[in-house]
């Protein structure tokens, strides 16, 4: 009977440790937010080891079984550029418009672009930093297959933010505008209106961290998510930029 009991109970030991080890620490947001400033450039870099640019520019992870991408650089090794906010971006090479295609994007633009979008947490458990809690933000690679025309995260125009029925918190562009992304997006250059059955070929990478994004500050629930905290890979190419009518350019207050 001694036997049996011992049994149960290095049993139940053993299913209560495996089940302490199967739980995933929660995330507790650091009350500093300088805190979680550093777990993002850590997360990034990390991210940027780990992963490279394949034929058509896509992000893809390195494989710890295929020897396929093993000359494969990482893009950490693509000369990528940090901006004084914190973003970074990657211009891959062979993949930009020609001098004479290439079209300038100004901060009022209405873009066209295609690519993939993810959110990330930066989360710190024991010691090692990483992203955590992917999600999709935009896919128009792997959804419709055709570019997005004007999304409200580069430019939000002047008559989603005059109506009088907006509340007060939603009447500044920084509610819907990612200002990291567009700031490095303007050193990209645009193709000329390229078709929408135009085979993609990306041209690089913007990596936002959270400060640089919405950080802590209310902004428009995208797909009814929260992105406090929350850093951006984008994995795109604009495939043409035009003007914005004047009549629905923001006001300077507004930005």
């Known amino acids: 009977m001694k036997k049996i009991f011992l049994y ?22 650091p009350e500093d937010i300088s805190t979680q400033n550093t777990y993002d450039d850590q997360a990034i ?5 780990e992963n490279y640019l394949d034929a058509q520019g896509n992000i893809k992870a390195f494989s710890s079984t295929d020897t ?46 295609m690519g993939r979008v993810y959110s990330f947490l930066a989360v710190n458990s024991d010691g090692n930093t990483s992203f955590t809690s992917k999600a999709a933000f935009l896919n128009t690679i792997d959804g419709t297959g055709v570019p997005v025309i004007d999304p409200m995260f580069y430019y939000t125009k002047k008559s989603i933010l005059d109506p009088i029925t907006t509340p007060d918190a939603a009447k500044k ?21 390229l078709s929408n059955e135009a085979p993609y070929n990306l041209q690089g990478v913007i990596i936002v961290p959270s400060r640089a994004a919405f950080a802590r500050n209310p902004h428009y629930p995208y797909l009814n998510l929260s992105y406090r905290n929350k850093s951006f890979v984008f994995n795109f190419q604009i495939y043409g930029r035009e003007a914005r009518p004047s009549g629905d350019v923001q006001l300077p207050e507004q930005q």
């Open 8 to 29: 149960i109970l290095a049993g139940s030991l053993c299913f209560s440790a495996c089940k302490k080890d199967d739980d995933a620490s929660p995330y507790v947001e």
């Open 45 to 49: 870099k990390k991210f940027m080891d």
């Open 68 to 113: 396929a991408d093993d000359t494969e650089k990482k893009l950490s090794e693509l000369s990528p550029i940090t901006l004084p906010s914190g973003t970074i971006y990657i211009m891959r090479s062979g993949a930009q418009p020609s001098s004479t295609e290439g079209k300038t994007i100004e901060s009022t633009d209405i873009i066209k672009i």
């Open 173 to 193: 562009a920084s509610y819907y505008q990612i200002p990291g992304f567009r700031e490095a997006l303007q050193k990209f250059k645009a193709f000329d209106n």
